[in-house]
């Protein structure tokens, strides 16, 4: 019994991840309905983890039910955004400082080598690596950090910052604030990692505000692009 549950709960994992990378990645859009009959046939599995991954990333703010029987990715508003850049403002800050003040040379070393990976994947010009290495940049901050309550609460948050971040269209400048922000940590300075951090989440909170509602400052009238409401 216990190892068709384990069975299950990878199928449900596999397809959740399997959407959620599609939803970031662009190949899902704001509005696309997904049909449950559809996403079982495309992955080879039951409706069941359909149905299940379909519920956790309904709890992760990635879907929006319209109806019991019709599931579509849902648009992300302005007030979303702001709402995902004031919590990320405040948990990451805090990790920054922290992993600042404990980080061990070793750990620093892994953060430097993870600095090196999102050169290279800027370097690719790919999105999706740039993506994937800039999220594992800021998860091992986190990692400094040593706060289990910390992570827990930046966890769910992670697929959808890395949706926005992937709206970046400099990543270039993303890898040089890294750069300086691993710098701080490096030398043990938590008051500048953390206001290097602030100054970090600030910047790209205009840079996707502009990009998504053509809102130069962040604070203009909220028109919509396509796709976003």
Known sequence: ???????????????????????????????????????????????????????????????????????????????????????????????????????????VRRLERLLESARKATASRRADRVSRANTAFHHHIVDLAGNELLAAALQPLEGRMRWLLQQVDDPAAVWEEHAALCEAIAAGDGEKAARLALEHVRHYRAVALGLLFQDDEGTGSGEEPGGVK
């Open 1 to 107: 019994m216990a190892g068709a549950e384990n069975q299950g709960s990878l199928l449900r994992d596999q397809v959740c991840e399997g959407i959620r990378d599609r939803i970031i990645t662009g190949q899902l859009r704001p509005g696309d309905r997904l049909v449950e009959r559809e996403v079982a046939e495309e992955f080879g599995v039951s409706r069941i983890p359909v149905r299940e991954a379909i519920r956790v990333l309904l709890g992760e703010g990635f879907l929006q039910a319209l109806s019991p029987r019709r599931i579509v990715v849902r648009e992300l508003s302005r007030q979303d955004v702001l709402n995902l850049f004031d919590l990320r403002e405040a948990l990451e800050v805090l990790a920054a400082r922290r992993a600042a003040e404990q980080a061990e040379p070793v750990q």
